[in-house]
């Protein structure tokens, strides 16, 4: 049997296949497992394409297994009950009510987590799944239904609507900022800044302040903002607070204002999703985000009937 070395199947993959050969149809499987016949139907060409066979006769009335899909079939199911006779295995609760969200760890961490009762609870219970990647993954393809990133602007092939943007000022720890003191924008630079991902938040402080910056030998780069803010908080520089990210740790006192001069950052948040309809929780669970977010009514609204 042919596959492709480049890459491992997801799970999810092996799931839609599985539920479709149970079923004998995309629709029923996509019903149960709470998936579009879409992103059924392209998991399966991504699962033939792997193999470089068919595994599905298509018909009228539905899908039945070749013979290679029914060898195939055999050994998910064996695979699939050797995973589950492990008792230590986490089952992700699945239902029409369950909503998978995915995000990057800071945004998870620092604007999600901390709204997550009230994105859960309020008015009807939804069940939040939160996939935590730094990954620009592929919705549709991956079963997920909505995802909160920041950018500078839309994705090809996704649904998307601005949430919020950021207004950032530079903040280190309550000691360090004794010693920066204040005065002169250019005073910052005698001291380490610390960038998270790129350097342009910083370049964009700077420039409104008429100055260039460029990343020098003694400044510092983390790739997660959490990280960002935690070398700020141990005094190892300067970072840029990103509003409502750092509400909570400015707050604490854990970081503090370093200069109170506030700039726009280049990069916002967005709510995307999947091309297509969304699920009914998916809807919900978007209009409980735009909420959280301050956004209008309309613009949500706009994002959740927009067909792509």
Known sequence: MYHSSEQMLPLETLRAFDAAARTGSFSAAAEKLNLTHGAVSRQIAKLEDWLGLKVFDRGARGVSLTIEGTRLHLRTTEAFALIASNS????????TAVVRLASIPSVSGLWLMPRMAALENNPSKLRIVLDVDNRQADLADEGIDLSV??????????????LFEEYVFPVASPELAKEIGRGDPARLLKFPLINDSDA????????????????????????????VLDAAAHGLGIALARPPMTV?????GRIVAADERSVLSPISYWLDRPLGRPRAAASDLARRIASQAGLSAEKIEDFIVAEG
């Open 88 to 95: 230590d295995r986490w089952v992700e609760q699945r239902g």
């Open 149 to 162: 990133r920041c950018g500078r602007g839309r994705i090809p092939g996704r649904i998307s609507v601005q």
């Open 200 to 227: 342009s938040a910083w370049r964009a402080w700077f420039a409104a302040q008429d100055m260039d910056y460029r990343p020098r030998p003694q400044d510092r780069r983390f790739e997660d903002y959490n990280l």
């Open 248 to 252: 909570d740790q400015l707050k604490s």
